[in-house]
């Protein structure tokens, strides 16, 4: 029985290579606004982040999950322009 319970929780090949890119993405997001230099704005974009994320948890379809993998890492890249920019990083 325990040995059923275990094939039941096992991630395919495919689920958990994007698992591992989900939580990369999410430290690169938190990396990245280390460097902001105002705590408000600091706060607000953490909390979107992990809204963001949450939501995002129930995805199991494949197509799907591969677009917001897409979607977040082009999300990463303008913060970090836009930031850049606004000249919102500690120095």
Do not use: P, V
């Given at each position: 029985m325990s040995r059923r319970r275990l094939q039941d929780n096992t991630l395919s090949l495919f689920h958990f290579i994007r698992r591992q890119r989900t939580?990369?993405?999410?430290r690169q997001f938190f990396r990245l606004i280390q460097k902001i230099d105002n705590k408000q704005q600091r706060m607000e974009i953490r909390n979107w982040i992990?809204?963001?994320?949450y939501n995002m948890k129930h995805i199991t379809d494949k197509e799907l999950i591969d677009m917001?993998?897409?979607?977040?890492?082009?999300?990463?890249?303008?913060?970090?322009?836009?930031?850049?920019?606004?000249?919102a990083f500690k120095d």
């Open positions: 939580l990369s993405l999410y992990r809204e963001e994320f917001n993998l897409t979607r977040g890492n082009n999300a990463l890249k303008e913060l970090e322009n836009f930031l850049r920019q606004s000249h």
